[in-house]
Each structure stands twice: as structure tokens, then as C-alpha cells.
């Protein structure tokens, strides 16, 4: 591992004043010492913003939950407002990595963690999002885990996250502060697709720093999240989806669908919810909605199987939800 | 850098490079070689410890990130020469072969009996569903035995649960 210096923040506006290029700050480090391990990261300084008092989860106005941005992947999923009023969202996180990881990782640490891939953490090889310009050897090898929707010729990476998906389908307002003031980033806002930059992950600049997720009130109807994945836990989502379904009077009164496992960020599907509004919630229309969402996947050879995959469950998650 | 840590109740003192992981300050400065190096990577678990009281990956956690944290090591977890229960229990259900993983799924079994709330399979999530055979694969998923000795270890943490 390179040689880096260590210092500890005491305060956002601090950590803010104290950001310089070659800086990056520490959360959780659940994925940033090891992309420093194995040399993919290479900061020449951490700020550690993991002891910042951002750790609190409190009901705000309107109706809204404040999540802090040091809190605890564990602590927001064992929450009782979270599990009672977002249960999609306690789902999420717990289908996330293993009980030692969420224990240690944050909610912007979560966020952050890096869009990726096996090549992008082998250092042996060329990759565009580590090394702009050098390719994507992905795209001919090995990417049966990765994306379907709004790849480009240079990255085919996907966003881990299964939190983020969750925030995602219910708009969670992602709080920053940065050199630049403070600003509101609504899900899923925050990522972006790779186009010509898959070195960027997310929309923040250099010195942005995440300080709380605010939650909007839970959409009326009811939610689910389903991650299909090849062990049964602690393994990354092949497919997953977060979905909310209100139905009236047999027809679709509101509805909230994301993926995740399937893009460079968690998508919203956006297409397939406009699909469902108004109509009838009927396993017919829910397979419609679905492969209007899907006409736009350009899956590579050995990931086209992701394509049914996500179709079926968005069937199965929303047949499950439909009353 | 100068830092203190508590392991096992007992201050310590060290001075680390940044570079240095928990595992490797725990292992090579402090002799506690308890907790393994399996995949240095947070995937394994062989490298479990309590870090104020909850179950972590060492190797993922910088010294200097957890300076002034109290640290429990598997060599912590007895009380003198009376084994923990989950020493105990380990034992009396042969609940390892080779012992590489053991310390890990000890400190991991010590911090899951202390965690709050639902797992990823429990169906109600506002009832507390008891640590039964099921919850407790679950629970303890960031912990591999390549002997696959999880018959036993499911068997073993069980009993302690109850």
C-alpha cells in the first residue's frame, strides 16, 4: 500500500476546509482500504469523517426522516421508525454484505463505495474507469455479473449497493456539503451513468461530503425488496428490485420501481412506472410495464440472462405486492 | 502515530504507520494471534474481532482509524481458565476441524447474540423472530469454515442462544 498521511475531522465544515487534492475521506473503509489493499486507490492523504456527529436518525418536518451520514448500515436497519414505516428500505440494507460489514460501514460510505467490477480491482489490467483510456477488457471477458442497462463501450461496471436502490425508489434527498456550499442531490440523482467518464461514479465534485439521506414519507401502498444473487447471503445482487405498489379500486395508483446489479447506478425504472400508473394491477400489465423497462437493455453475451431475470422480478416482487 | 487502544480491558500503546491494520497491529506488535489472516479482504471473517463491543473485520479497520476503541480479541473472551460459553459450546458440539476460522466465529457468534433486530430472512420485521437454525446461518454469513464444520457451529451457537 502507498504511503499516506492520516488525519481526523471534527466537524463537516472542517473536513470540508481540510480537503485537498490527493485527499479522500475514510467512512466505514469497508471498501476504500480495501481498494487501497489492493492498490486500486492510492490517496496520498485520508480524512477520517467516520467520528463526525452526523451518527442520529430523527423524524423532521413534514413528516421526514433524517438519516446521518455516520450512521451505522446495522443501526439504520435495526431502527424502529425504519422498520416499521420503510421496511423496503431495512430490507435493503440487510440484504447488504455480512453482519461485520454492516456494522462498520455508513450510509455515505454505502453511497460512495465504488461502481466496480473484477477487472476494475486488478491492477494487472487495463481498465477505463481506474485508468481513463486504457479499455475494457470486461466487455470481452468476464461480465456475466455485470450491466444491462446504460453501459457504454467504455464501462460496464454496476453499483453494489443494495441501500441504494431502496433510497432510489423512495427519492430519498442525499445532503451535501462541499467547497461549493450545500446543496440537495434527489435519488438516484447522486450516480451516474458511465457514457465517456466511467472514471466518475457519482455527480459530487472534489471536497463534496455527504452529510444525511433524508427520507420523504413512505409512499402510500406496499413495498418490497427482492435481490436474486448465487448464494443465499452475503454475495452481491445478480438482479434485485425495490418496488411500491398502491392499488385502488383494482387500478394502479402510484408506483415506485428500482434494479439493482443491473447499471452503473441503482435504476429507476422510470418507463415501466409510467407504464402501470392508471392501469390495472393485473400480472399482464406488471409483465408489460416490465418489458417496456426492458426494451432498452443492451446486454453483452454472457449477461443476457439478466434481462428474464429482472422481467420475472418485477413480475413475481409486484404480483406479490398487488392486493 | 502514537495510539491507545483497550484490548481486552487492558491499555495499550502503540505506534503504527497508517498503513497498518487492526489484524496486523493485533498480530505482529501486540502477540495476540488469535484472530487469522484468511483473505485480508473482509470476506472471510477469520479475522473477527469486538471493536466496542461490536463484531468487525480487523483487517478492514486502519489502527489509527480505531485509536481509543476498546478491542476484544478471542483470547478476551474466556473469564481465567473458565471458558465462554461459546468456547464451551464450541467444544462440546466438535464445532471445528482445522480451528483456522474458530477464533473469527467466536468473536462473530459473541457480537451477533448482542445484535438487535431482524436478519435478511426474518419474515415480520418488527417481531423478534429468535435465533433459530435459519437466522443463525443468516447472521453469521460474513464467517467461512472451508472444513465446513457449519453443521456444528449452527449447533454450538444455538445452544448458547437459547
Known sequence: MKPFEYARAASPAEAVRGFAPGTMYLGGGTNLVDLMKLGV??????????????????????????????????????????????????????????????????????????????YFQDVS????????????PAIEGDHAG?????????????????????????????????PGGDRIIPMPGLHRLPG????????LEPGDLITAVELPPPPPGASHYRKVRERSSFAFALVSVAAVLDVRDGAVAGCRIALGG?????????????????????????????????????????????????????????????? | MEITLRVNGVPRKADVDPRMSLLDLLRERLGLIGAKKGCDHGQCGACTVLIDGRRANSCLALAVAVDDRDITTVEGLADGDELHPLQAAFIEHDAFQCGYCTPGQLCSAEGMLGEPGPSAITEDLLTDPGLTPDEIRERMSGNLCRCGAYVNIVTAIGEVAR
Open chain 1, 41 to 118: 486507490a492510492e490517496p496520498e492523504r485520508l480524512l477520517d469523517v467516520s467520528r463526525l456527529p452526523l451518527d442520529a436518525i430523527e423524524q423532521t418536518d413534514g413528516d421526514r426522516v433524517r438519516v446521518g451520514a455516520t450512521v451505522r448500515n446495522t443501526d439504520l436497519a435495526a431502527h424502529p421508525v425504519i422498520r416499521s414505516r420503510y421496511p423496503m428500505l431495512a430490507r435493503a440494507v440487510l440484504a447488504g454484505a455480512s453482519g461485520q460489514v454492516r456494522n462498520v460501514a455508513t450510509v455515505g460510505g454505502n453511497l460512495l463505495q465504488r461502481t466496480r467490477c473484477t
Open chain 1, 125 to 136: 489490467r487495463p481498465c477505463n474507469k481506474r485508468r481513463p483510456g486504457s479499455g475494457c
Open chain 1, 146 to 178: 455485470l450491466a444491462v442497462l446504460g453501459a457504454s463501450d467504455a464501462c460496464v461496471a454496476t453499483h453494489p449497493s443494495d441501500m441504494a436502490v431502496a433510497l432510489a425508489a423512495l427519492g430519498a434527498d442525499v445532503h451535501v456539503t462541499g
Open chain 1, 196 to 203: 465517456d467518464e466511467p472514471e466518475r461514479d457519482t455527480v
Open chain 1, 262 to 323: 443491473v447499471a452503473h447506478v441503482p435504476w429507476r425504472a422510470e418507463r415501466a412506472e409510467q407504464a402501470l400508473i392508471g392501469g390495472p394491477a393485473t400480472g399482464e400489465a406488471f409483465l408489460q410495464a416490465a418489458e417496456t423497462e426492458l426494451e432498452q437493455a443492451g446486454p453483452l453475451p454472457r449477461n443476457a440472462y439478466k434481462v428474464p431475470l429482472a422481467r420475472n422480478l418485477i413480475v413475481a416482487t409486484l404480483e406479490e405486492l398487488a392486493p
